[in-house]
C-alpha cells in the first residue's frame, strides 16, 4: 500500500493564504497599529509627547472611538493629570486639564462607581452618574439626563472606558480613557484586549523613558 506525501510547497501556501485571508479581517487593522506603535519604540530619537498623540490617534481612527483622552502620572508630585487627548472639543479640553488625581481617588470605587471588566479595564455607565463635583464641564450632562439605552450593547453620554497604564511592580502610570464610538456601541471584546495590549506597550515607553 502506497503511503501518501504531502507537498511541502502546498503547506507554504496554505499558510501564506491563510495569513493574507485573515489579514483582511479589519479587526487586525487594530493589531497592525498596535504592531508599528511598538516598532516606533526602536527610534532612538523618539519623542514621548508624539508617540502618546500618535498612540491616542490610532486609537480614535482604527478603534472608531470619538473621544480619547490619557491620564499620566506627574514627575513633580505624583499627582494625575489628563495630558493627551484626540477628539474633544476645546471647552471639553479644558475642563480635563483642570482636573487632578490622587492615586487613592483613582482607586476609589465609592467616588467612581465602575464594573471591573478585567485586571486592567474599568467600565463606567452613565446610569451610575460616575464623575466628581468637578467633573461636570467634561461632558453633556443635559444630553446624559435625556438619553435612554435602547439595548445592551448602546453607548449614551456619560459612559466611558479606563484602561489602566502599568508599569514596574504594577504601579499605575496612567490610564487611556475612551467615551463613545462612531457606531453607538459598546467596543467588543477584541477591542478591549487591543487597548490592553496598547495600554502595556505605552507603560514599558513611559517606565523607560523615566530611567
Same mark, same amino acid.
Given at each position: 500500500?502506497?503511503?501518501?506525501?504531502?507537498?511541502?510547497?502546498?503547506?507554504?501556501?496554505?499558510?501564506?493564504?491563510?495569513?493574507?485571508?485573515?489579514?483582511?479581517?479589519?479587526?487586525?487593522?487594530?493589531?497592525?497599529?498596535?504592531?508599528?506603535?511598538?516598532?516606533?519604540?526602536?527610534?532612538?530619537?523618539?519623542?514621548?509627547?508624539?508617540?502618546?498623540?500618535?498612540?491616542?490617534?490610532?486609537?480614535?481612527?482604527?478603534?472608531?472611538?470619538?473621544?480619547?483622552?490619557?491620564?499620566?502620572?506627574?514627575?513633580?508630585?505624583?499627582?494625575?493629570?489628563?495630558?493627551?487627548?484626540?477628539?474633544?472639543?476645546?471647552?471639553?479640553?479644558?475642563?480635563?486639564?483642570?482636573?487632578?488625581?490622587?492615586?487613592?481617588?483613582?482607586?476609589?470605587?465609592?467616588?467612581?462607581?465602575?464594573?471591573?471588566?478585567?485586571?486592567?479595564?474599568?467600565?463606567?455607565?452613565?446610569?451610575?452618574?460616575?464623575? $466628581? =463635583?468637578?467633573?461636570?464641564?467634561?461632558?453633556?450632562?443635559? %444630553?446624559? @439626563?435625556?438619553? !435612554?439605552?435602547?439595548?445592551?450593547?448602546? +453607548?449614551?453620554?456619560?459612559?466611558?472606558?479606563?484602561?489602566?497604564?502599568?508599569?514596574?511592580?504594577?504601579?499605575?502610570?496612567?490610564?487611556?480613557?475612551?467615551?463613545?464610538?462612531?457606531? $453607538? =456601541?459598546?467596543?467588543?471584546?477584541?477591542?478591549?484586549?487591543? %487597548?490592553? @495590549?496598547?495600554? !502595556?506597550?505605552?507603560?514599558?515607553?513611559? +517606565?523607560?523613558?523615566?530611567?
Amino acid at each position: 500500500m502506497d503511503v501518501k506525501t504531502i507537498d511541502p510547497e502546498l503547506i507554504k501556501k496554505r499558510m501564506s493564504l491563510s495569513y493574507q485571508y485573515d489579514r483582511a479581517n479589519p479587526a487586525n487593522e487594530r493589531l497592525d497599529c498596535v504592531q508599528s506603535l511598538i516598532s516606533a519604540l526602536a527610534d532612538q530619537q523618539l519623542s514621548m509627547p508624539e508617540f502618546l498623540q500618535s498612540a491616542a490617534d490610532v486609537i480614535r481612527d482604527k478603534f472608531w472611538v470619538k473621544e480619547v483622552t490619557m491620564g499620566l502620572r506627574s514627575r513633580s508630585d505624583g499627582l494625575y493629570r489628563y495630558e493627551v487627548m484626540s477628539g474633544l472639543s476645546d471647552t471639553s479640553w479644558k475642563a480635563h486639564r483642570q482636573l487632578a488625581y490622587t492615586l487613592e481617588q483613582f482607586e476609589d470605587p465609592e467616588l467612581y462607581t465602575s464594573a471591573q471588566i478585567s485586571n486592567l479595564t474599568r467600565l463606567f455607565l452613565a446610569e451610575d452618574n460616575p464623575y $466628581g =463635583k468637578d467633573e461636570e464641564s467634561t461632558f453633556d450632562r443635559e %444630553l446624559m @439626563l435625556q438619553s !435612554s439605552r435602547k439595548s445592551l450593547d448602546e +453607548t449614551i453620554e456619560g459612559d466611558y472606558i479606563d484602561v489602566k497604564i502599568l508599569g514596574k511592580g504594577g504601579t499605575i502610570l496612567g490610564w487611556i480613557e475612551i467615551s463613545g464610538t462612531t457606531d $453607538g =456601541k459598546f467596543p467588543d471584546v477584541h477591542t478591549i484586549k487591543c %487597548l490592553e @495590549l496598547l495600554a !502595556s506597550v505605552l507603560g514599558i515607553a513611559l +517606565t523607560f523613558s523615566e530611567t
